[in-house]
């Protein structure tokens, strides 16, 4: 009689792997490690296969690459969003003080000074631009709040402030640069303007 021998069938539509991960941790510099903790391993198993011997910032590196690409891409996206919004920003307030070159004719006709339409203009554009960001801090802080969990990290008040800033600077300029234009016009000028 023929002695049994034991038998493992595993089916081809699966895969089977047991995998075993290694962890070490030392003061030693990780890439002269593996090579140490690899030999050892062979002394202990020899028949063991070894594979995918790595630190672990190679392994993290391997599998960031697509969320750096990602990251780019949302941050170009970021200040593309951010270009087109001064754009925006300077281009509605830039109308607005525009509009008020006929009022501004007026005004310097019956005798106000030139620093009197400066400001005239500049706190019209001024309130504008708060309206607009305030309604856009709100409304910043509570879409960050809503997708906050999609997302690792937090997007701190240094970001808010920046953007804020930059885009109260962009729009005092829209404000200023035809308000300036506006205080050298000559009135008749100013009043046939359209």
């Given at each position: 009689?023929?002695?049994s021998?034991?038998?493992?069938?595993?089916p081809?539509?699966?895969?089977?792997?047991?995998?075993?991960?290694?962890?070490?941790?030392?003061?030693?510099?990780?890439?002269?490690?593996?090579?140490?903790?690899?030999?050892?391993?062979?002394?202990?198993a020899?028949?063991?296969?070894?594979?995918?011997?790595?630190?672990?910032?190679?392994?993290?590196?391997?599998?960031?690459?697509?969320?750096?690409?990602?990251?780019?891409?949302?941050?170009?996206?970021?200040?593309?969003?951010?270009?087109?919004?001064?754009?925006?920003?300077?281009?509605?307030?830039s109308?607005?003080?525009?509009?008020?070159?006929?009022?501004?004719?007026?005004?310097?006709?019956?005798?106000?000074?030139?620093?009197?339409?400066?400001?005239?203009?500049?706190?019209?554009?001024?309130?504008?631009?708060?309206?607009?960001?305030?309604?856009?801090?709100?409304?910043?802080?509570?879409?960050?709040?809503?997708?906050?969990?999609?997302?690792?990290?937090?997007?701190?008040?240094?970001?808010?402030?920046?953007?804020?800033?930059?885009?109260?600077?962009?729009?005092?300029?829209?404000?200023?640069?035809?308000?300036?234009?506006?205080?050298?016009?000559?009135?008749?000028?100013?009043?046939?303007?359209?």
């Open positions: 009689m023929e002695d021998q034991p038998w493992f069938y595993i081809l539509n699966q895969e089977f792997q047991s995998l075993r991960a290694i962890v070490v941790r030392s003061g030693v510099a990780p890439q002269s490690l593996i090579s140490e903790v690899e030999r050892e391993i062979r002394t202990l020899p028949g063991m296969p070894l594979f995918n011997s790595a630190t672990g910032e190679q392994i993290l590196d391997q599998g960031e690459f697509i969320f750096k690409i990602g990251v780019y891409l949302a941050g170009g996206m970021g200040l593309l969003g951010l270009f087109i919004a001064v754009v925006g920003v300077y281009g509605v307030v109308y607005s003080a525009a509009q008020r070159t006929r009022e501004v004719g007026i005004r310097v006709a019956l005798g106000a000074m030139p620093r009197d339409v400066l400001k005239l203009i500049l706190r019209h554009g001024l309130r504008l631009i708060a309206a607009g960001v305030a309604a856009g801090i709100v409304v910043g802080w509570l879409v960050t709040r809503a997708i906050g969990h999609i997302f690792h990290g937090s997007t701190g008040p240094v970001v808010f402030a920046v953007a804020v800033v930059l885009l109260a600077a962009v729009g005092f300029l829209a404000c200023y640069i035809p308000a300036r234009r506006a205080m050298g016009l000559d009135p008749m000028n100013a009043l046939r303007h359209e």
